[in-house]
């Protein structure tokens, strides 16, 4: 049967290929097609700019670039992973046959297609008919999500898969990413095995393991994850979210190892980059970490992608080497990043950190006792969260180590722990960023002691038949500490005990006004995770209208790592 290429006609498509002459060819092919607006360009880091600033009907781009470090297919991680790809948006990628199998993958995740050298141009467009009949058919879900009525979302994507109507396995993965993100755990671990067990698919035992680990069941999630890393040793979002379930666990030597993993299947993906070369740092090998943050910069500054705290992380090394030209350039990067998001107060506060090491590094004494001073007093405030705390426990560390007094500093180090220790992980965490100050590692250790051990004088009082007494030592203990342990275990016993407790409402708003304010529901560790990151490893690309529950910044965020 012929092709139509009338529904092209107003498209605006985007050609990326490093090859001048099959370049050429493919706009030739589009034109021949009926598109309306054909943009083209060598290399992939003009298409990286071209696709943040604008949007195409579609993208035809090259897997392997000549003379780049990244490919196509890293191009098109980075772009579902940060929501940069709207939905209508279809991504064909050409490639040879010998890389059929990854390049499957990749655009699978993403809902779009692939084709192979050499293709005609019926068959490309053909290839992105198909794509555009099925984002079509599943349009209906995709604009309740844009309308963020993800409930009705959810359903439609329910209904579709129990039918086996059109694309019913595309509308269970977008269904159970819909529950998994808005915390409707078990709904979606029931739809990921339901699909395992109709056509067992990667991504649905993922799925299961991502739900799993949601749920707070690290220890059942990397026991999911094994089995489907032995079935699909090149499956790389498995080793993203079985890194992240070792890291909830405190197994950081492990979540390295897994990075690790994760980074050689994909040399070049600048989120992977990130999170190996932070989990490095922090496990205590700085020279491989430093390495990576170093090359994740290199590919990755001006992106979208780019995580500001690697700068700081390097600032932090360049001092600890006296390189000054070193940590005058990341003071200068991140002042760059700065001017290009004004609005956003995350880069300007850490260009403040690295500026106070600049002030250490000059023997600005007065200075830097000032700057830290000020942080210690921010450390109540709704808005200083987890990174914040790590960041300022390396700095107290840094001038402890140059014999630079601060007085306030074992008050400010318990403060921090008392706050910020919800979790092993996120004790251990902490405590990485004291290297050097054993003694400052060890009250931090010791804050979530003491967490645990009022954690579980409360509950005692529940067990004991007085949980409206349970209620109120964990308000008060959180009052004090701000922990978001102990207002969510606040949270918990009303829930469970809401017959039994009079007052339950008076009760349930303040520690609701206590979850709000404090976003107590964000306690799962996370590492290299920003609030605009979209997609979660093993997910889907939503819509760019989604915006996922609990934004956080890097360090505290609930996401996948």
Request: include cysteine.
């Amino acid at each position: 049967m012929p092709v139509t290429y009338s529904d092209l006609q107003d498209a605006r498509a985007l050609v990326v290929d490093s090859n001048p002459l099959s370049r050429s060819i493919l706009v030739s092919q589009l034109r021949e097609c009926g598109v309306g607006t054909v943009v083209q360009c060598p290399r992939l880091a003009d298409a990286r700019r071209k696709l943040e600033m604008g949007s195409y009907d579609v993208v035809i781009c090259d897997q392997y670039f000549e003379r780049e470090e990244i490919t196509g297919q890293d191009l098109l991680d980075d772009l579902r992973r940060n929501q940069l790809l709207p939905y209508y948006t279809v991504f064909v990628m050409v490639t040879s046959e010998s890389s059929y199998s990854k390049v499957a993958e990749a655009a699978e995740s993403a809902l779009d297609a692939y084709i192979l050298k050499p293709h005609t141009a019926a068959g490309l467009v053909e290839r992105i008919r198909q794509a555009r009949v099925r984002k079509q058919a599943l349009k209906e879900i995709f604009t309740a999500i844009e309308r963020e009525a993800f409930e009705h979302a959810a359903d439609l994507c329910r209904k579709r898969f129990e039918s086996r109507g059109p694309y019913w396995l595309y509308a269970a993965r977008i269904g159970a990413e819909l529950m998994l993100r808005n915390g409707h755990l078990s709904e979606a671990q029931k739809l990921y095995e339901a699909v395992v067990e109709a056509k067992t698919l990667p991504w649905a035992r993922l799925g299961v393991a991502r739900a799993q680990l949601e749920a707070g069941y690290p220890q059942r999630a990397t026991t999911t994850l094994e089995g489907l890393i032995e079935a699909e040793p090149g499956y790389s979002d498995a080793y993203d979210v079985m890194g992240r379930a070792q890291f909830e666990l405190g197994n950081f030597q492990n979540a390295l190892a897994t990075f690790r993993m994760s980074t050689q299947l994909t040399p070049s993906s600048v989120n992977r980059l990130l999170k190996h070369g932070m989990m490095a740092y922090y496990a205590g090998d700085r020279e491989e970490g430093v390495e990576l943050l170093d090359r994740a910069t290199r590919l990755g500054l001006d992106s979208k992608f780019y995580d500001p705290q690697a700068l700081l992380l390097l600032a932090f090394e360049r001092l600890d080497n006296n390189d000054q030209r070193g940590l005058m350039r990341c003071v200068e990067q991140l002042e760059h990043l700065r001017d290009r998001s004004p609005d956003n107060p995350r880069p300007q506060r850490l260009l403040e950190m690295a500026q106070t090491l600049v002030s250490i590094q000059t023997y600005q004494t007065a200075r830097a006792l000032d700057d830290v001073r000020h942080w210690a007093r921010t450390i109540s405030q709704p808005e200083f969260d987890f990174e914040s705390a790590s960041n300022l426990l390396a700095l107290m560390t840094q001038l402890a180590r140059r014999s630079i007094q601060l007085y306030e500093v074992d008050a400010a180090v318990d403060t921090l722990g008392l706050r910020f220790c919800t979790s092993k992980a996120l004790t251990e965490l902490l405590a990485c960023a004291a290297v050097g100050r054993s003694e400052f590692a060890d009250r931090v250790r010791e804050a979530h002691a003491q967490i645990l051990k009022l954690t579980e004088e409360a509950m005692t009082l529940s067990l004991q038949g007085d949980p409206r007494g349970a209620v109120e030592k964990l308000l008060a203990d959180a009052t004090r500490t701000l922990n978001a342990k102990l207002i969510e275990s606040a949270h918990l016993v009303l829930q469970r005990y809401q017959d039994s407790i009079p007052d339950h409402a008076a009760l349930l708003a303040r520690a609701q006004a206590m979850r709000e304010r404090y976003r107590s529901s964000d306690i799962h560790a996370g590492l290299g995770e920003q609030s605009h990151v979209g997609r979660a490893a093993g997910g889907v690309s939503l819509p760019g209208g989604y915006k996922p529950p609990n934004p956080d910044g890097l360090l505290g965020k609930v996401t996948a790592v």
